[in-house]
T-cell receptor, first 111, second 113 residues
Framework: QKEVEQDPGPLSVPEGAIVSLNCTYSNSAFQYFMWYRQYSRKGPELLMYTYSSGNKEDGRFTAQVDKSSKYISLFIRDSQPSDSATYLCAPSGTSYGKLTFGQGTILTVHP | DGGITQSPKYLFRKEGQNVTLSCEQNLNHDAMYWYRQDPGQGLRLIYYSQIVNDFQKGDIAEGYSVSREKKESFPLTVTSAQKNPTAFYLC????????????FGAGSRLTVL
């Protein structure tokens, strides 16, 4: 079993839809939960991160962590074509900078 | 603007040749990383360095080598011992936010002919 599992998709939605991207993980030591966005042929960029369980909102994006079920979610409201990218979840524990990345979910938002 | 510069962006190599990918950062970050990205496999850690003149193997270090002689630079050499080197290579650095947040370069795509 991989430490982090993420549905690779691809996921295709119409503009304005609510998107749910999910990851599961097996390591209970994970405390930081990152979401990176990667446009085609570019490096990933940090979208948002949360510490421990709970929700965090940033504009149209909401990150949710449920440590009891080891489940991570990213919700995108009012999705836009500019949101089309690969989304990577990346939890980490106290291991110094050693992130464990999910496989990435390819999202396409069509007008 | 502060950031990470990777070069070359595209590189073609014949089998049996070594090739070195450059990574330079002006963020004054101590820690630097090399990842490999293949379709459907996410990012896998090759090597990382937390301080100058020190580096550690990641999960897939075989066939790769690195050096860290300067804080700003962390070059990666893909040797002929790497059996499947065609991939997208990403360099990253980490600051002192305490949250393991990485800043990535734009990547280098290596194709072995």
């Amino acid at each position: 079993q991989k430490e982090v599992e993420q549905d690779p998709g691809p996921l295709s939605v119409p503009e304005g839809a609510i998107v749910s991207l999910n990851c599961t993980y097996s390591n209970s030591a994970f405390q930081y939960f990152m979401w990176y966005r990667q446009y085609s042929r570019k490096g990933p960029e940090l979208l948002m991160y949360t510490y421990s369980s709970g929700n965090k909102e940033d504009g149209r994006f909401t990150a949710q962590v449920d440590k009891s079920s080891k489940y991570i979610s990213l919700f995108i409201r009012d999705s836009q074509p500019s949101d089309s990218a690969t989304y990577l979840c990346a939890p980490s524990g106290t291991s110094y900078g050693k992130l464990t990345f999910g496989q990435g979910t390819i999202l396409t938002v069509h007008p | 603007d502060g950031g990470i510069t990777q070069s070359p962006k595209y590189l073609f190599r014949k089998e049996g040749q070594n090739v070195t990918l450059s990574c330079e950062q002006n963020l004054n970050h101590d820690a630097m990383y090399w990842y490999r990205q293949d379709p459907g496999q996410g990012l896998r850690l090759i090597y990382y360095s937390q301080i100058v003149n020190d580096f550690q193997k990641g999960d897939i270090a075989e066939g790769y080598s690195v050096s860290r002689e300067k804080k700003e630079s962390f070059p990666l050499t893909v040797t002929s011992a790497q059996k499947n080197p065609t991939a997208f290579y990403l360099c990253a650095s980490r600051g002192d936010s305490g949250a393991n947040v990485l800043t990535f370069g734009a990547g280098s795509r290596l194709t072995v002919l």
